[in-house]
C-alpha cells in the first residue's frame, strides 16, 4: 500500500514539513524537485500548489492532501475531511478573506460593492459572498500582488490575511471578513474507503493534531519532599492535573505536569521557592488525548 500524499508547495510548506517533522516524519525536499522524500515507505509525498489539491484529491490523482479550508470552498472539491489543523506560516492562528478597500474610498460594507470591480485570487467565494447578498459586480482573477489592484485597477480586493500587516502597508483597510480558513487533511472519497489507507490516514492525522496540541507547550518534572507537596500543590494551574510519583526515598515524590512555556516561567521560581529541586523542563512533539 502507498498512500499518495500532497503537501502543499509555497507559503504553507516550510510549516508543514516542520509539523510532520514534529509529528514524526522527517521530510526532505530536493532542489527544484515536487517529489519530497520521506521516512514511511508506504508514503509517496508529492508538493502541490494548496490551491490546486482539493481538485487532485477529488480527482484521485493524490489519495490525500494538506489544503485550506478555503480552497476546498472555492474549488467546490468533493472530498474526505480527515482533520483540522489549525496552524500557519507564521503561528497557529486561522487566516481571514476579507474585503478590503483604500483608506479613501467611500466603500463602507458590501452594498457599496454594486457595480463594481473586484480583484481576488478567489474568485468563486466572492462571487457566492456577492450573491448572498444581492449584489452584482465584476470579479476578476488576480493572478497575484492583489494589494496594488486599488485604486487604478479594481475598486476592491478579496485577499487572505492572518495579520492584516500586508493590506496596512499597501493603504488598505479592512471592510468586511468573508470566511475564515485554517488547512485541513482531506482525502479522496474511495482512499477513505480503502481499509489500509484509512488506517494510515487516521495514523497521520492523530500524530499531527498531537503536534499541534504539543505546540507552545512543555513538561515540567522535579523533586518534591512529601511535607512539601501540599504548598508545591497550590501554585499548579489549577486545570493541571499533576502526575505523582512515589521515589525509592519515602520522603520524597516525583512532579510532571504539562503546561505552556509561559506558565513554566513564571512558575519554575515559585517551585523553588516552595522547596521543589532537581526542577526539569523539556519540550514536547506530540500530545496524544
Given at each position: 500500500?502507498?498512500?499518495?500524499?500532497?503537501?502543499?508547495?509555497?507559503?504553507?510548506?516550510?510549516?508543514?514539513?516542520?509539523?510532520?517533522?514534529?509529528?514524526?516524519?522527517?521530510?526532505?525536499?530536493?532542489?527544484?524537485?515536487?517529489?519530497?522524500?520521506?521516512?514511511?515507505?508506504?508514503?509517496?509525498?508529492?508538493?502541490?500548489?494548496?490551491?490546486?489539491?482539493?481538485?487532485?484529491?477529488?480527482?484521485?490523482?493524490?489519495?490525500?492532501?494538506?489544503?485550506?479550508?478555503?480552497?476546498?470552498?472555492?474549488?467546490?472539491?468533493?472530498?474526505?475531511?480527515?482533520?483540522?489543523?489549525?496552524?500557519?506560516?507564521?503561528?497557529?492562528?486561522?487566516?481571514?478573506?476579507?474585503?478590503?478597500?483604500?483608506?479613501?474610498?467611500?466603500?463602507?460594507?458590501?452594498?457599496?460593492?454594486q457595480g463594481k470591480r473586484i480583484a481576488t485570487e478567489a474568485v468563486n467565494l466572492t462571487r457566492r459572498?456577492?450573491?448572498?447578498?444581492?449584489?452584482?459586480?465584476?470579479?476578476?482573477?488576480?493572478?497575484?500582488?492583489?494589494?496594488?489592484?486599488?485604486?487604478?485597477?479594481?475598486?476592491?480586493?478579496?485577499?487572505?490575511?492572518?495579520?492584516?500587516?500586508?493590506?496596512?502597508?499597501?493603504?488598505?483597510?479592512?471592510?468586511?471578513?468573508?470566511?475564515?480558513?485554517?488547512?485541513?487533511?482531506?482525502?479522496?472519497?474511495?482512499?477513505?474507503?480503502?481499509?489500509?489507507?484509512?488506517?494510515?490516514?487516521?495514523?497521520?492525522a492523530m500524530l499531527l493534531e498531537g503536534a499541534i496540541v504539543a505546540e507552545g507547550q512543555v513538561g515540567?518534572?522535579?523533586?518534591?519532599?512529601?511535607?512539601?507537596?501540599?504548598?508545591?500543590?497550590?501554585?499548579?494551574?489549577?486545570?493541571?492535573?499533576?502526575?505523582?510519583?512515589?521515589?525509592?526515598?519515602?520522603?520524597?515524590?516525583?512532579?510532571?505536569?504539562?503546561?505552556?512555556?509561559?506558565?513554566?516561567?513564571?512558575?519554575?521560581?515559585?517551585?523553588?521557592?516552595?522547596?521543589?529541586?532537581?526542577?526539569?523542563?523539556?519540550?514536547?512533539?506530540?500530545?496524544?488525548?
Open positions: 500500500m502507498i498512500l499518495k500524499l500532497g503537501l502543499p508547495k509555497g507559503s504553507l510548506q516550510d510549516a508543514t514539513i516542520e509539523l510532520f517533522r514534529r509529528a514524526g516524519y522527517k521530510i526532505t525536499v530536493s532542489g527544484r524537485s515536487y517529489y519530497p522524500s520521506i521516512d514511511d515507505e508506504t508514503i509517496a509525498c508529492t508538493l502541490i500548489r494548496a490551491q490546486e489539491m482539493a481538485r487532485y484529491v477529488e480527482q484521485g490523482v493524490l489519495d490525500a492532501g494538506l489544503t485550506g479550508h478555503d480552497w476546498v470552498l472555492e474549488n467546490e472539491a468533493q472530498v474526505h475531511e480527515v482533520a483540522d489543523l489549525v496552524y500557519s506560516k507564521t503561528g497557529s492562528g486561522k487566516a481571514r478573506w476579507v474585503l478590503a478597500v483604500p483608506n479613501g474610498s467611500p466603500i463602507k460594507g458590501v452594498k457599496d460593492l459572498y456577492l450573491a448572498r447578498h444581492g449584489v452584482e459586480a465584476h470579479v476578476e482573477f488576480s493572478w497575484g500582488a492583489t494589494e496594488v489592484k486599488p485604486p487604478d485597477l479594481a475598486d476592491a480586493i478579496v485577499e487572505i490575511t492572518e495579520t492584516g500587516a500586508s493590506l496596512r502597508e499597501n493603504n488598505l483597510r479592512i471592510v468586511e471578513t468573508i470566511l475564515e480558513t485554517n488547512t485541513k487533511l482531506i482525502a479522496n472519497r474511495a482512499a477513505w474507503a480503502d481499509p489500509a489507507k484509512r488506517r494510515k490516514l487516521e495514523q497521520i515540567l518534572m522535579a523533586n518534591v519532599m512529601r511535607d512539601h507537596l501540599p504548598q508545591v500543590l497550590e501554585v499548579l494551574p489549577a486545570m493541571q492535573k499533576p502526575t505523582i510519583s512515589a521515589l525509592t526515598d519515602e520522603g520524597w515524590v516525583d512532579l510532571m505536569v504539562i503546561l505552556s512555556e509561559k506558565q513554566a516561567r513564571d512558575l519554575i521560581p515559585e517551585l523553588k521557592r516552595r522547596g521543589a529541586t532537581g526542577i526539569v523542563e523539556f519540550p514536547l512533539n506530540k500530545v496524544i488525548s
